[in-house]
């Protein structure tokens, strides 16, 4: 088997319903040459079946990596799959974010050594998120702003997100006043990146844990590229049962500490 120039990281737990989403979004992708690594954070067999049925269907290699559910476990689980991609070149994303067509290639047209990319993401509603059929992804009628407005999105700035293309696209990216940090839903680097700062800090649960490891790759030296209006999927709704005061703040705990200190390793990462 030929080696895929770019691997794709897809989180999810128990959400069959949006991840068959997600999995057919890749399947419309105009850059052919990448594998999804699922990070399955201890989904029950639906999820499996799921991923088997689609293995057939879509043309993109997918790779399960598995572990038993333990709570919210996600920067292990991200690890695990940081070890299982086959490409130089990782996306990370999560099983809720559904990729417009250009997704991959953007990204992969960006890469840089040296550099992270961040993306950004386009909110919509529950009742929009479940109303998205496969054809409106193959159609990609969902990345169409007139069709997501009949269907009642309020006119904003962020709007922008999906309609800008080439030179204003390129502006926004510029001219955008957040900066660009590893967002877990969407944004890329070098798998050997990754590595050198040991990846994910596995104390870390909800809240920030993809910002943290950026800071890291910061602290490593790497810099980033602001990518919001140019690798852009859709992120459908869902509850966030998982977040609580006392991770967040553990979190940010560990955060300061990165910062102040200027860790590039954590030891509680890929590495024990």
């Not at 529950?126 to 059929?133: D, F, G």
């Not at 040991?198 to 810099?223: S, V």
Request: proline fraction near 3%; glycine fraction near 8%; charged fraction near 25%.
């Amino acid at each position: 088997m030929e080696i895929p120039k770019i691997s794709v990281i897809v989180s999810t737990y128990n959400s069959e319903e949006w991840l068959k989403k997600v999995l057919w979004g890749f399947n419309c992708q105009t850059f052919k040459n990448f594998e999804v690594v699922i990070a399955d954070d201890g989904s029950g067999p639906k999820t499996k079946e799921l991923i088997e049925e689609y293995s057939k269907k879509v043309f993109y290699p997918i790779v399960h990596v598995w572990q038993e559910d333990d709570g919210f476990q996600k920067s292990r689980i991200l690890n695990k799959a940081v070890v299982a991609c086959n490409a130089s070149y990782i996306i990370m994303t999560d099983g809720d974010c559904i990729p417009r067509e250009d997704f991959v290639h953007v990204h992969y047209l960006n890469k840089e050594k040296g550099y992270f990319i961040s993306g950004g993401y386009y909110m919509l509603p529950m009742n929009i998120s479940k109303q998205i059929t496969l054809e409106d992804i193959e159609k990609q009628r969902c990345f169409n702003i007139n069709w997501l407005k009949e269907k009642g999105i309020p006119k904003t700035f962020k709007n922008n997100k999906l309609t800008a293309h080439g030179f204003l696209s390129k502006f926004l990216n510029w001219v955008t006043p957040t900066n660009a940090s590893w967002n877990g839903h969407n944004s890329s680097g070098w798998k050997a990146d990754i590595i050198n700062v040991n990846g994910f800090d596995e104390r870390m649960q909800y809240g920030g844990q993809d910002r943290e490891l950026g800071e890291r790759l910061f602290n490593f030296g790497i810099k980033s590229k602001q990518l919001r209006y140019s690798a852009v999927c859709v992120h459908l709704d869902h509850k966030r049962g998982y977040k609580t005061p006392e991770s967040i703040e553990r979190n940010l705990g560990i955060r300061r500490k990165t910062k102040q200190e200027k860790r590039v390793w954590t030891f509680y990462g890929i590495t024990k």
